[in-house]
Structure formats: structure tokens, C-alpha cells
């Protein structure tokens, strides 16, 4: 069975800086990965996603996540932090096989300090 | 527009009340889940459905129900069993199990 794994249950940037946001899957099969943001009292958003084709993925606000095999990561990033990017941030997996569920990590509270 | 519809936003329930929360989708997906949200634990998958007329248990089933009579509707009944009901409900729903899943806003039930 699949799984991901978050790095970090609290991250804080700064504004204007790198933020990065870490995610490692396991699966026996080429995964299905995406990213999700969720702001106070509502509910969660897709960002971006990985099936096939083009490693780097480019989604909505300016993030991006790279899909790299070898080191079975999805994480994403952000040139550029803004004050509006602090929420919660969920990575999940699922794979080819249209009947299993997309697994949710237990997600990254971003905190962006001015 | 097309999307997922959750109600109420906020509900409130006295203990050994049974409650509904509503769940509708116009996306005409197939796949519909409800999972619950407690702060730092994530989302926990309470029930999902693949298609209308079944559906299965997911992590947390229990005091929880759940009914799939139309593929727009998926409803959850919050039981009087359920030991710790107070939390987030959000419902989504996908295209199939394994594709991008599209959520509600959610509805925070308090026990008083």
C-alpha cells in the first residue's frame, strides 16, 4: 500500500524568501501525487498534481513541486513567500489503479513572518 | 458552478442527539468521501462511496452512517455513539477513487 510522509508539521519563512515544503511517498507502483492548501475554516484546494509526462509541475499561486523517482519526493516550493501563502498544506498519493484511494499526509502549517 | 456544497456551515448539537450533515455534488463524479479533521492529526477518512448504492468504512467508521441513495448526495448522520463528535466534516468527491479529489467548505459541529 501507498503512503506519504510529510517532513515538518510547522515550517516558518520569511516573506520574500524560498519557502519549501517537503514530501516523500512510498509506493510499489508509478504514484499519482498531489498538493492541496487549505485556509482557516474551509476546505482544501488542489494546487497542483503529478500523473505522467513532465516531472516539474507547475500549479495556482506560483507554487511548483518536482517529481523525482529516485528519491521518491514530491516537494514544493515557492520563489517567493507571500503573506497570503500561510495555511495548511497537504501532499497525497495515489496510483494508476482506479479503484484505491488517495492517501493524505498529515500536513505542513506554513507561518510566514514579516 | 460546478463544485461540492456542504451544509450547514456551523451546526450544533446537543449530546445524545443524532445529526445530518448535508453533501452534494453537480460534478458528476462517481467517488464521495467524508473525512473528519481534529487539529494536527490531518484529514481521517470517516466513509467513501465509488458509486451510488454502496458504500464503505473508512479509518473511523465508528457512530458514524452514511447512505448514497443518488450519485449527487452522500449525507452523514453523526450518531449518538460517536464518543467525541465535536470537529471539522469535510465532504469531496472525485471523478474515480484514484483521480483529484474536490472538496466542500466543511461543517464545524459542536456538542454542547
Known amino acids: 500500500a501507498q503512503s506519504v510522509t510529510q517532513l515538518g508539521s510547522h515550517v516558518s519563512v520569511s516573506e520574500g524568501a524560498l519557502v519549501l515544503l517537503r514530501c516523500n511517498y512510498s509506493?510499489?507502483?508509478?504514484?499519482?501525487l498531489f498538493w492541496y492548501v487549505q485556509y482557516p475554516n474551509q476546505g482544501l484546494q488542489l494546487l497542483l498534481k503529478?500523473?505522467?509526462?513532465?516531472?516539474l509541475v507547475k500549479g495556482i499561486n506560483g507554487f511548483e513541486a518536482e517529481f523525482k523517482k529516485s528519491e521518491t519526493s514530491f516537494h514544493l516550493t515557492k520563489p517567493s513567500a507571500h503573506m497570503s501563502d500561510a495555511a495548511e498544506y497537504f501532499c497525497a498519493v495515489s496510483i494508476m489503479e482506479r479503484d484505491d484511494k488517495i492517501i493524505f499526509g498529515k500536513g505542513t502549517r506554513l507561518h510566514i513572518l514579516p | 458552478d460546478g463544485g461540492i456544497t456542504q451544509s450547514p456551515k456551523y451546526l450544533f448539537r446537543k449530546e445524545g442527539q443524532n445529526v445530518t450533515l448535508s453533501c452534494e455534488q453537480n460534478?458528476?463524479?462517481?467517488?464521495m468521501y467524508w473525512y473528519r479533521q481534529d487539529p494536527g492529526q490531518g484529514l481521517r477518512l470517516i466513509y467513501y462511496s465509488q458509486i451510488v448504492n454502496d458504500f464503505q468504512k473508512g479509518d473511523i467508521a465508528e457512530g458514524y452512517s452514511v447512505s448514497r441513495e443518488k450519485k449527487e448526495s452522500f449525507p452523514l448522520t453523526v450518531t449518538s455513539a460517536q464518543k467525541n463528535p465535536t470537529a471539522f466534516y469535510l465532504c469531496a468527491s472525485s471523478r474515480q477513487m484514484n483521480t483529484e479529489a474536490f472538496f466542500g467548505q466543511g461543517t464545524r459541529l459542536t456538542v454542547v
Open positions: 460534478l458528476n463524479h462517481d467517488a
Open positions: 509506493s510499489s507502483v508509478p504514484p499519482y
Open positions: 503529478y500523473t505522467t509526462g513532465a516531472t
